[in-house]
């Protein structure tokens, strides 16, 4: 894996790189998905029909679109058991951690009459996305479902492509089943997306959309953006590991390496101020990509994006750490809590040794949904914030207003704007 | 005003109607913006200045486009003294307000060395746009930027249209400099939406835009999403009014033109259970838009959006102000605590017959930055979660991994994820 020395001008030309891999590049798509969504919306159940014949191979109509009870039961049998179990043990971990996340209504009055607050109130209706096939990971249906399940969310639709025999993944439906999913439907693509936004006759309208998916569902998004919330547009998975000399380059090289086998975009970055661990590191990457199962893939990713940076100071490390804001960054530093507060901008935090990143994509309970491609630095992970809305409270009794109502008055009429001035104005005519 | 029966027909067609003031259909201007948002992220000052000279009339460059300390100090001069002191009532009311919504980062630990918590950043920096001229309002900075201030973020910038001469319009400077912006640019429309997004050799590039502005303001927001973060795209301001027959016809027939007032796309709605309130709101409002300074625009809205609407009951009436989803609601009702808890969907809420709307947008201290055309389904205020983001942060010592680490790796094994499966297993190799 190459060894870089940090310094402006690399630094700068890594954080061009990185960009390379924005959903904005793919511009070229923007039309066909802007088509589709305008399809559906106008032609609805008939126009997702034929989409479905065209790019998933499988005649579904209104009768077969929704799975049923029997097909889930039928998955449940297709599911290895002890995968079941460690399904049912990750969702304990991330409701427990979500549930620190909830948000409570408030108020706050005082003893003229006046009382301010916010109402919190769950998403009435949301749509989970679950990319089909190979992509389908459970631990995504998890991170998807659960803060919605855990914010109140009424009801949860989750659409996800069928095979060309019109059947599901049994692991998807079984994982979506138990994380509280109310309604699966057989629909994938910049279609299903369309459909979840603007609903059909068999598909209800959603009032945000989230989960991860291709080009054309990230497009798809964005295009409907707006008319329904949405998760933010993710970019393809990144690592960094922020280490210094106490680091052990067998554990970094690992880990480096769970990112880069997610596709060719993944990013892989080691920033360390031992130029000792850079080489050992190094090696050990390319010790292990040899005996990886995805090692094609793994091998164009660290190519494309994988870096091994040897900075001057640790000063310099953080610095670039914050630059390059990126989804999962592992702290392994002699004292990585001391590290942790110098850093502004990362998804996810990993401190030690020991907390390696496939422990927060699984089981430790934290959202794996994470920004990607720089957006750390505004963008949060998925979480129950995601799934409720917020209403402001105000109450003010006469007495209270007829103390502030000149000035009140005052002011609209310094914006020109009379008939507010004349709607305070009337409460206190003779 | 009109009165119509509410019936689902009805309702439909008002629904309907209320979603042509989206800024979705504004697509022809789309291409017209992408072209100054592109043109503005390669040609950078050079463009930005052609297009202010171009649109604004005014002969902007590097040495004049910030605002100086000796121009702010002239703006000072030039607000009246009475204005400034309700801005500065205003601005303790708002923090304070604002002050109850801060989020604090947590964690929680078990005993076994495991820690999982969240940690919040204020962003770096952030962009406030302000419309110039008439539809600048003192009120829009205040709100716009406290919020930004009270979450902590490092350095606010705003930008703002000059007239032709390259003069700022002083109640904006006053309002700006009182609530604590760091940096006023003159650049307005578009380009300096992109300005703000991709940064130009004068202007900082920011983290995340806010600010109202006008349809090319809104699709440059829109066409920036993703690069940096923007708070919601408004649309057109709306009120609706719940009203029993205790409600008094007069102060909801003011309140009801204090949004209609706006400009001709806003919306003003009552929906009451009784006639004769319908009847008396109706006639009020006819009495009012005659003596109204803005009457022209005012007649245009109600022509266009306004209603009276007579529900049979008041379920009726509350399930049609949760499909709205009216940026402000007056709840004017004998009981309005007890039918607030019924209201799932409104921007904010303001509650009996003395807290009327302009209360809200001036003084009150709740954000005036709503979400506007039914997305308070999904969209809160403005608020300080805005300027924050958040990062999860992971650490399982030794012994807590080793714990759980055969259910990571069969986790991971189950996904086709060797590589993800190797970080865990190099831990515990022999």
């Not at 291709?214 to 998975?237: E, M, Q, T």
């Not at 610095?319 to 960054?329: G, P, R, Y």
């Not at 003010?396 to 104005?425: G, P, Q």
Request: hydrophobic letters at 40%; a negative charge; aromatic letters at 8%.
């Amino acid at each position: 894996m190459r060894i870089v020395k940090l310094t402006e001008d690399t630094k700068k030309d890594i954080l061009t790189n990185l960009l390379k891999r924005s959903p904005d590049n793919y511009g070229s798509y923007e039309e066909t998905v802007k088509n589709i969504v305008n399809d559906i919306h106008s032609r609805r159940d008939t126009a997702l029909f034929e989409y479905t014949e065209k790019f998933d191979h499988a005649k579904i109509n209104a009768d077969n679109v929704r799975v049923t009870e029997a097909e889930i039961e039928e998955a449940y049998t297709q599911v290895d058991a002890k995968l079941l179990e460690t399904i049912r043990k990750a969702i304990v971990n991330i409701r427990t951690y979500h549930e620190k996340q909830k948000q409570y209504s408030w108020f706050d009055s005082e003893n003229n009459g006046t009382l301010l607050g916010q109402k919190v109130t769950p998403l009435a209706k949301v749509g989970v996305y679950v990319p089909g096939g190979k992509a389908a990971y459970p631990s995504s249906v998890l991170m998807n479902v659960i803060p919605a399940k855990v914010a109140g969310v009424g009801k949860i639709v989750m659409t996800t492509p069928c095979n060309a025999e019109g059947k599901v993944y049994p692991t998807t439906l079984v994982a979506a089943k138990e994380a509280g999913v109310d309604e699966v439907y057989k629909a994938g693509g910049a279609q299903a997306i369309a459909a979840l936004a603007y609903g059909t006759e068999s598909i209800p309208k959603v009032d945000k959309i989230v989960g991860p998916g291709n080009i054309f569902v990230a497009l798809a998004k964005r295009c409907v953006f707006g008319h329904v919330s949405i998760d933010s547009v993710a970019g393809p998975s990144e690592i960094m590991v922020l280490a210094d000399e106490t680091a052990n380059a067998r554990y970094v090289a690992a880990d480096l390496l769970s990112q880069a086998e997610h596709d060719e975009m993944a990013s892989a970055i080691l920033v360390t101020t031992s130029e000792e661990l850079a080489k050992k590191v190094s090696e050990e990457v390319d010790g292990f990509v040899k005996e990886l199962s995805r090692k094609d893939i793994i091998q164009k990713s660290l190519d494309n994006y994988g870096y091994i940076l040897v900075a001057d100071t640790m000063q310099d490390a953080i610095d670039t750490v914050n630059e390059i804001a990126s989804e999962h960054l592992e702290v392994v530093t002699a004292n990585p809590f001391d590290t942790m507060t110098r850093i502004q901008n990362a998804g996810a935090i990993f401190l030690g040794s020991y907390s390696s990143e496939p422990l927060g994509d699984y089981f430790a309970g934290p959202n794996h949904v994470l920004p990607t491609n720089g957006t750390a630095k505004f963008f949060s992970p998925l979480s129950v914030d995601d799934f409720i809305k917020k209403s402001s409270i105000i109450y003010y009794s006469r007495e209270a207003l007829e103390a502030v109502h000149e000035d009140i008055i005052d002011f609209a009429e310094a914006e020109y704007l009379t008939a507010h001035a004349n709607s305070i104005k009337v409460r206190f005519e003779k």
